[in-house]
């Protein structure tokens, strides 16, 4: 059993070098995304990858950088690749939102039969804080954390091991508590906005308050274009790096 991230993208959300944040996990040969932003198709491009190749899409939040690129991928999907639906993992919160709220306007099309997210994607609602077989070797449990309020928003346990932020806020809580002391994850990617007050992002002076042992398990993610002013800045974390292949232990 073999188990690799692929970043396809490190940028925040209005980055211009770096694509949006999200990810390729790689297992026995199946390809998971976690999210799929406004530019992400244009990365998977990048690395050769086509809509058909990607058996499932979870998703952490509606935002443009995280949800932005999916009806390309739907589109592409059902015009290029005769009519396959790929899986798309979400909470019931997200569901309820994500069509009425961000695809319908482009995607609603009666006419020829298309009228809600079920008619593009093999939609696979999860429950909250509830491990789901992705395939062999591979789970993953959305865990609700604060981003926006009011607005719902998911953390990633994979495997119960790697944490994968997504956008929070900084939660001492979260990280020194549950995905450190209580999960032993070894491996964790977090988002970090490298200057200015973190209203509903983990901010680098914040992650830096991070105990040395938690920092050195620490891959930053979701940073803005001047990131290479903070290399070496960062204590014992290091910055994830895009197209980056990283080989987790399971
Ligand atoms: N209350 C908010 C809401 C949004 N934003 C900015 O918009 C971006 C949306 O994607 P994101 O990656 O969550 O980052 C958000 C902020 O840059 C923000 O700065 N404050
Ligand atoms: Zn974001
Ligand atoms: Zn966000």
């Given at each position: 059993m073999s188990l690799q991230i692929q970043m396809l993208g490190t940028g925040s959300a209005f980055a211009k070098t770096f694509y949006n944040t999200s990810a390729l996990i790689r297992s026995n040969e199946r390809n998971l995304l976690i999210d799929c932003g406004s530019t992400t198709p244009k990365s998977l491009y990048d690395i050769q990858l086509q809509p058909d190749q990607i058996d499932g899409i979870v998703i952490s939040h509606i935002h443009a950088d995280h949800v932005g690129g999916l009806e390309e991928m739907a589109f592409r999907l059902l015009y290029e690749s005769n009519q396959k639906k790929t899986k798309l993992y979400l909470t019931q919160a997200i569901a309820d939102t994500l069509w009425e709220n961000t695809l319908k306007g482009g995607m609603y099309n009666p006419e020829d039969g298309y009228h809600s997210l079920e008619d593009y994607f093999d939609v696979i609602v999860i429950e909250e804080q509830v491990p789901v077989v992705i395939g062999p070797g591979l789970t993953i449990e959305l865990v609700p954390t604060l981003h926006i309020s009011s607005k719902p928003s998911y953390s990633l346990f994979i495997n119960d091991r790697i944490f994968y932020s997504a956008d929070v806020r900084f939660s001492e809580e979260l990280l020194i508590h549950e995905v450190a002391a209580k999960r032993n994850c070894h491996t964790i990617f977090h988002d970090c906005q490298l200057s200015g007050q973190g209203f509903i992002h983990a901010t680098l002076d914040e992650l830096l308050t991070l105990p040395e042992h938690i920092q050195q398990r620490i891959y930053l993610m979701h940073?803005?274009?001047?990131?290479s002013d903070f290399i070496g800045k960062t204590g014992h974390m290091r910055f994830a790096a895009q197209h980056e292949i990283i080989d987790l232990p399971e």
């Open positions: 940073y803005a274009d001047n990131m």
